[in-house]
């Protein structure tokens, strides 16, 4: 049972029709993206008119309005597709919207959101640096006001989807001497005089899906551009990602079931000894293991997602399931490969690709060692 049956049948429906496009629209076109680490713009084009960008916007700014159960159920559907094209899409609907529709004000959300929901407008979120990455407390971005602007200096680095993006979503100190309090968020468009885009960053795995520094050089941008009040930028960065945890878990589900049936197949059609691998009990408790982790993450995505929807702040159980889902896939994918023999090292199957994309999720929206910190940090709170 996946995410989508906690959902209406309206957003289940949603599901389907997303499944029949990555089926029919990404898949054919993912050895191509794994090969050129890019998404082809007809992909892009198709994306849009399906309306994948604007999933999670609300419908009075021209999306579908999807809340967290929506999302995660659409996650987990794209988690069977081409990794670096459902994070471009699952960034864009997640993190990097979030900020804006949980601060802005009606005229903010109006100038960016109809355009976002459209697709015209990719979105990207920017709180590391390069001193500032499990511990983003002591990022050094500054963002002064002046008169009815602020200037903006400072870099951000591996930032997702700054390749197509043109709204960034962008975390600056505003007071110092406040510490956390003193972080705020801003939306800087692309065009900005004084901001620029790095190269995009060769990577392990995530192909087509773009990941650059940004740069900020006496960077102005008006104080219409400032999200809820100064000071907000760290708790709203926090919440942001608490979500965000809950739909990586999600999307790794996804990706478990994907790998659990092409290794069930394998081992129906492939014999060796004179026996498919399927009746080699070995392999059955292989595959058996790899359901029993897939089940697990699903319940501790699921109570995490029950509980954000409640209201609740949800951090134990966010990072409860990251740290399990995300450490789950790596078992699992690696089982996939073991299974699959030599054919599991092949690119054919693809089985390779997804063992390279597994390795970010461990990694990206706080690592495996943070959320343990996090979990133990509120077990031990006095
Ligand atoms: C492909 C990719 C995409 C990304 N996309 C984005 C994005 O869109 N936006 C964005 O803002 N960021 C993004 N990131 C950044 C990502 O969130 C950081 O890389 C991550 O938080 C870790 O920070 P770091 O790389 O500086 O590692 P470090 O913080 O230097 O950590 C190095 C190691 O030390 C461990 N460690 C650090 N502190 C502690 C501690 N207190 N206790 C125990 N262990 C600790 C870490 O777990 C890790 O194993 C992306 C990163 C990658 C690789």
Redesign the pocket.
């Given at each position: 049972m996946g995410f989508d049956m906690s959902v209406s049948a309206e957003v289940r429906l949603l599901c389907d029709e997303v499944a029949k496009f990555v089926r029919e629209q990404v898949d054919p076109r993912s050895r191509w993206i794994e090969e050129n680490d890019a998404i082809p713009d007809d992909l892009m084009q198709l994306a849009r008119d399906m309306g994948l960008f604007g999933l999670t916007i609300p419908e009075e700014y021209g999306g579908s309005g999807l809340d967290l159960a929506g999302k995660c159920a659409i996650e987990e559907v794209m988690g069977r597709t081409n990794y670096g094209f459902a994070t471009l899409i699952g960034?864009h609907t997640g993190i990097s919207t979030t900020g804006i529709t949980a601060l802005g004000n009606v005229e903010q959300k109006q100038r960016f959101l109809p355009k976002m929901a459209s697709g015209e407008w990719v979105g990207?979120?920017?709180?590391?640096e390069p001193q500032a990455?499990?511990?983003p407390a002591s990022m050094r971005t500054m963002a002064v006001k002046k008169g009815d602007r602020y200037v903006l200096n400072g870099e951000?680095i591996?930032?997702?989807n700054a390749g197509p993006a043109h709204v960034f979503t962008v975390m600056a100190i505003t007071d110092k001497s406040k510490g956390i309090k003193g972080i705020s968020v801003f939306v800087i468009e692309r065009d900005t005089p004084g901001f620029s885009v790095g190269k995009n960053e060769l990577?392990m795995g995530?192909h087509g899906c773009t990941?650059a520094p940004l740069s900020f050089t006496d960077c102005e941008v008006p104080a219409a551009n400032l999200l809820g009040a100064e000071g907000m930028g760290y708790v709203q960065a926090m919440k942001t990602l608490t979500a965000g945890r809950v739909t990586v878990s999600a999307r790794c589900c996804g990706m478990m079931d994907k790998l659990i049936d092409q290794t069930a197949d394998y081992m129906k059609t492939r014999t060796q000894g004179g026996k498919r691998l399927a009746d080699h009990q070995g392999l059955q408790w292989m595959l058996a293991d790899m359901a029993v982790a897939r089940d697990a993450a699903r319940g501790l995505t699921q109570r995490a997602i029950e509980v954000l929807m409640r209201g609740e702040r949800g951090t134990m159980e966010a990072s409860t399931a990251k740290v399990f889902s995300t450490e789950a896939l790596g078992r699992v994918v690696d089982a996939a490969v073991q299974i699959h023999g030599g054919m599991g090292y092949m690119r054919e199957v693809g089985i390779e690709t997804t063992f390279r994309d597994a390795r970010?999720v461990r990694?990206?929206?706080?690592?495996?060692?943070?959320q343990r910190?996090i979990i133990a940090g509120l077990l031990l709170k006095d």
């Open positions: 960034n990207a979120f920017a709180l590391t990455g499990s511990d951000k591996y930032i997702t990577k995530m990941t970010i990694i990206y929206e706080g690592t495996s060692e943070i910190n």
